[in-house]
């Protein structure tokens, strides 16, 4: 880690080793974020290093490129994560970085880190990380807290460790502005197809949705709230569910829109037409949400200023400053389209 001052000030790598008690290729690799490394051994010679003050020599010293970043989102193939990697990029250039991208690396749940790409990471002296949609292990964060890397949540699966900084959606109040919006068209029936269970976004629009039906005096009903997966096949599924109930809903607040198009799919098969006879509510205002038909109403989700944000927040992180908050929740707002109307009955 570099130190600050010149470069050759302070002890010698040999004289870390000594203090150590190690070979200077074992301390080699402690310095250069090399994994093949026994955790004790790693662990006297960071103190070591902390110990002796030792200023690590910058690379590329003589050309000085541009720093670099690396970007780890959940996949490449959908509109989100195009919505993020334009923010990234966006507050990346602004900044001068580089950013290396990748994807899917952290998708199995309590899966041990990458050993390839962190070496990686290491190894082409990147300064910093932002994770999107990552479910980190407690090894991940251990290694990403061991090198000494600062590092972004965007949109983060799970309740970050303490000290974590993560950027996020106000979800809870998008759950409610939707739910909101169908209460006052009338709506009592209200239904809601949500993500994981267990996932803090979908947790807090169901919580928001709860919350309107009670502020409105409308009550409660478990048999309305269903769980997918994010996926059009999921939601398609629940929606038939739904509709199977003895008395189905005339409103459905789905909290994402690639959930929306199994749901408008699933009210196609039965018939039903769109808001005529059940209206539909997303969330996350992606480009699907414009082009469907109808045009869904959904609650925009700021994707790219939560990924812009994010980067500002790493680069002052790589700066040596410290976030005044560990949380930052941008604002959600509704985008009324043509998928919402009265129930059919008023």
Same mark, same amino acid.
């Given at each position: 880690?570099?130190?600050?001052?010149?470069?050759?000030?302070?002890?010698?790598?040999?004289?870390?080793?000594?203090?150590?008690?190690?070979?200077? *290729?074992?301390?080699?690799? $402690? %310095?250069?974020?090399?994994?093949? $490394?026994?955790?004790?051994?790693?662990?006297?010679?960071?103190?070591?290093?902390?110990?002796?003050?030792?200023?690590?020599? *910058?690379?590329?010293?003589?050309?000085?490129?541009?720093? @670099?970043?690396?970007?780890? %989102?959940?996949?490449?193939?959908?509109?989100?994560?195009?919505?993020?990697?334009?923010?990234?990029?966006?507050? +990346?250039?602004?900044? =001068?970085?580089?950013?290396?991208?990748?994807?899917?690396?952290?998708?199995?749940?309590?899966?041990?880190?990458?050993?390839?790409?962190?070496?990686?990471?290491?190894?082409?002296?990147?300064?910093?990380?932002?994770?999107?949609?990552?479910?980190?292990?407690?090894?991940?964060?251990?290694?990403?807290?061991?090198?000494?890397?600062?590092?972004?949540?965007?949109?983060?699966?799970?309740?970050?460790? *303490?000290?974590?900084?993560?950027?996020?959606?106000?979800?809870?109040?998008?759950?409610?502005?939707?739910?909101?919006?169908?209460?006052?068209? =009338?709506?009592? /029936?209200?239904?809601?197809?949500?993500?994981?269970?267990?996932? @803090?976004?979908?947790?807090? #629009?169901?919580?928001?949705?709860?919350?309107?039906?009670?502020?409105?005096?409308?009550?409660? #009903?478990?048999?309305?709230?269903?769980?997918?997966?994010?996926?059009?096949?999921?939601?398609?599924?629940? @929606?038939?569910?739904?509709?199977?109930?003895?008395?189905?809903?005339?409103? %459905?607040?789905?909290?994402?829109?690639?959930? +929306?198009?199994?749901?408008?799919?699933?009210?196609?098969? #039965?018939?039903?037409?769109?808001?005529?006879?059940?209206?539909?509510?997303?969330?996350?205002?992606?480009?699907?949400? /414009?082009?469907?038909?109808?045009?869904?109403?959904?609650?925009?989700?700021?994707?790219?200023? @939560?990924?812009?944000?994010?980067?500002?927040?790493?680069?002052?992180?790589?700066?040596?400053?410290?976030?005044?908050?560990?949380?930052?929740?941008?604002?959600?707002?509704? $985008?009324? /389209?043509?998928?919402?109307?009265? *129930?059919?009955?008023?």
């Amino acid at each position: 880690m570099v130190r600050g001052g010149s470069a050759t000030a302070g002890p010698t790598l040999a004289v870390v080793a000594r203090e150590a008690g190690v070979s200077v *290729p074992t301390a080699s690799k $402690v %310095v250069n974020g090399r994994e093949d $490394v026994a955790p004790e051994t790693r662990r006297r010679v960071t103190e070591a290093l902390d110990r002796l003050g030792y200023v690590r020599r *910058p690379r590329f010293e003589a050309s000085k490129p541009p720093r @670099m970043v690396d970007l780890v %989102v959940h996949s490449l193939d959908t509109s989100w994560s195009g919505a993020v990697l334009h923010g990234v990029e966006q507050a +990346a250039h602004d900044a =001068g970085l580089e950013v290396v991208v990748s994807a899917g690396l952290t998708r199995t749940r309590g899966a041990r880190p990458e050993r390839g790409w962190f070496d990686k990471l290491t190894a082409r002296g990147s300064a910093g990380a932002l994770f999107n949609l990552a479910e980190l292990s407690p090894s991940q964060y251990t290694w990403l807290a061991q090198h000494r890397i600062p590092f972004v949540l965007i949109d983060p699966v799970l309740e970050p460790p *303490p000290g974590v900084v993560s950027v996020g959606a106000a979800n809870w109040q998008g759950g409610l502005a939707a739910t909101e919006h169908l209460l006052a068209l =009338g709506h009592e /029936r209200i239904a809601v197809i949500a993500g994981y269970r267990r996932k @803090m976004c979908s947790s807090a #629009r169901v919580a928001g949705y709860r919350s309107a039906l009670t502020a409105a005096g409308v009550a409660y #009903r478990p048999e309305y709230v269903r769980h997918g997966n994010f996926v059009e096949v999921t939601a398609h599924r629940r @929606m038939l569910q739904l509709l199977d109930l003895p008395e189905p809903p005339t409103a %459905v607040f789905v909290c994402s829109d690639k959930m +929306a198009l199994g749901v408008y799919e699933a009210l196609a098969e #039965r018939g039903l037409r769109i808001p005529d006879d059940i209206s539909v509510v997303g969330f996350d205002d992606l480009p699907e949400a /414009r082009w469907a038909t109808p045009g869904l109403t959904t609650v925009r989700q700021p994707l790219s200023e @939560m990924a812009s944000t994010a980067m500002r927040l790493l680069v002052r992180m790589m700066d040596g400053e410290q976030p005044e908050g560990i949380r930052t929740e941008l604002s959600t707002r509704l $985008v009324e /389209r043509a998928s919402t109307g009265p *129930p059919s009955s008023a």
